[in-house]
């Protein structure tokens, strides 16, 4: 029986699956292939990319493509060799030796070994793949994969060894080379060990204009979904379909993972059909799991680059990126693809404030149950005001350990606040982005025991950062923050809103005492404001 794979190439036999070779950007490989281009094919971690070689591979060696012979070899092994081109390179011959064998060529096994010796590191590569073409009466085609794990001398090498010999194909060299990494070759940033940079620009400017391999399409996501109902017979509500789409924006690993942690393996289970609020727990489960893929992408967030992008997004400030940081935060997928900047997924948009908020959130001894009611409803007013004080007596013990991301801190300290209270029952829901000036967060809450469980108290929370560079009043900015507040609510479908603003100006000017909590209503909507 077939299964959601969330570990390694996707198996037709054994995964359900989207066929690689038909997903959009991969239909323009094969055109390239034909016409003997040499290009980059790139996507984030854990987008199917291997899957995509090892299919494209056996496309072309089953003659359905014209007259190739295909080879594809992951040079990953070569990474630990970093500035060292002879271990390097040697890695990389003898894994493309195997690779060769392992599809009944013996060319390579047999010469590598000797065309090292005899031609060094920095040409035994271009080398080979020379004296292996002409030996040959098929053209070549090689595909290699994780070209990006190269390090410094080593990449450096191997690149210019596969532009020296571009000018003498087909004959004496690949007809076409296919670059698979998570990069675009334009992010090749050569470096030594020591983190200087060896060579400016790319060492392979043969290559013809990348192709990005992207997420699931809407009706892919459909798809997937539907080869699960077709295996085991569980349904998916519209809801839950939905759902996954909403939620993973058809990131591949996403989507995959999702569905196997809403789909239980029991035939019992199966024999309902997956809500929408089953892939909701889902979500929270791999979230908190903080599974390999999720920690990989959480690991980024330390990177200069990345910050540089992030915590204009978080604080709802102006970019502070240039084009370089936005194109390699996109190609890492932690980017929508298309613009304007914004986190690619909600799972990501939840992923991101928690990781960086891990430690604050994991430390509070805020229960829940201090801020139901006795009929189970959350009451918002009262966890506002023990933020409030919680706020006044340690905020810059925590500002401080937000070093990195100081600009975003007000913001991260109320939502890890707000998460460690409503991990008791509700969830939270983030938008943000560049030039909003706030951060709007939806807090849902079951209405009441033994109503239907898709039934939530919606509450606004809305958060604002007054710094020195504020050059409006307090009061104008409570004005406008109100307003928008209660487009926030009804867009959401709230009828409580909370709209809290953060005073870190040099001089405070704000209200004190009882002006720091008042209230607004309009339209049946209650806006509280509180000013810390």
């Not at 060094?120 to 292996?132: F, I, N, R």
């Not at 392979?204 to 204009?209: G, H, L, S």
């Not at 080869?227 to 519209?238: I, K, L, P, Y």
Request: some cysteine; glycine content about 8%.
């Amino acid at each position: 029986m077939r299964f959601f794979n969330t570990e390694g190439p996707m198996d037709v036999a054994a995964h359900y699956a989207i066929p690689p070779l038909g997903r959009g950007a991969l239909q323009e490989v094969l055109p390239r292939i034909r016409r003997g281009r040499y290009f980059v094919l790139h996507a984030p971690r854990q987008t199917g990319k291997t899957s995509a070689l090892i299919a494209l591979r056996d496309h072309l060696n089953g003659g359905a493509a014209g007259d190739f012979r295909c080879v594809s070899v992951n040079v990953e092994v070569a990474q630990v060799a970093r500035d060292d081109v002879a271990r390097g390179v040697r890695a990389i011959l003898s894994r493309l030796a195997l690779r060769a064998r392992l599809l009944g060529d013996t060319y390579p096994e047999e010469h590598w070994l000797e065309i090292l010796e005899t031609s060094g590191p920095d040409d035994a590569l271009g080398k080979l793949l020379a004296d292996w073409c002409m030996a040959s009466p098929t053209p070549l085609v090689l595909l290699v994969d994780e070209i990006d794990a190269l390090v410094g001398d080593t990449l450096l090498s191997v690149l210019r060894q596969l532009r020296a010999g571009y000018e003498q194909r087909p004959a004496a060299f690949p007809h076409s080379v296919v670059l698979c990494g998570v990069r675009d070759i334009r992010d090749y940033r050569i470096r030594s060990t020591a983190g200087e940079i060896v060579a400016g620009g790319s060492p392979f400017n043969v290559a013809a204009k990348s192709v990005r391999l992207g997420d699931f399409t809407k009706q892919e996501t459909r798809t997937l979904l539907e080869q699960h109902t077709e295996e085991t017979g569980q349904q998916f509500s519209d809801g839950a379909v939905d759902t996954v789409w909403e939620q993973t924006q058809g990131q591949p690993w996403l989507v995959n993972a999702l569905c196997a942690e809403a789909c239980n393996e029991s035939d019992t289970a199966r024999s309902r059909p997956v809500t929408a609020d089953d892939i909701h727990a889902a979500r929270e489960e791999l979230i908190l799991s903080r599974r390999t893929h999720l920690d990989q992408l959480a690991h980024k967030l330390e990177e200069e680059r990345v910050r540089r992008v992030v915590v204009p997004l978080l604080a709802g400030g102006e970019a502070a990126h240039n084009a370089h940081d936005l194109d390699y935060a996109r190609d890492l997928g932690l980017l929508a693809a298309d613009p304007p900047p914004r986190l690619a997924n909600p799972i990501y948009q939840e992923v991101v404030p928690r990781e960086l908020g891990y430690v604050l959130q994991d430390s509070l001894h805020e229960e829940t149950a201090w801020h139901v009611d006795g009929s189970g409803r959350l009451n918002m007013d009262k966890l506002l005001r023990a933020f409030r004080v919680f706020y006044s007596e340690h905020a810059g013990h925590w500002l401080a350990r937000f070093e990195d991301y100081r600009e975003a801190a007000p913001q991260l300290i109320l939502q890890a606040y707000l998460q460690r209270v409503v991990n008791g029952g509700g969830r939270i829901e983030r938008e943000y982005g560049l030039g909003r000036g706030r951060t709007d967060l939806l807090v849902l809450w079951p209405r009441a025991e033994g109503q239907p469980s898709d039934l939530w108290e919606r509450f606004v929370v809305e958060c604002k950062v007054l710094r020195d560079s504020a050059r409006k009043s307090v009061e104008s900015i409570i004005e406008r923050g109100v307003e928008q507040t209660l487009g926030y609510m009804e867009k959401c479908h709230a009828q409580e809103g909370h709209l809290v603003v953060i005073d870190h100006r040099a001089e405070r000017a704000g209200p004190s005492g009882d002006e720091t909590r008042r209230e607004h209503r309009r339209d049946g909507g209650k806006v509280v404001v509180w000013v810390l």
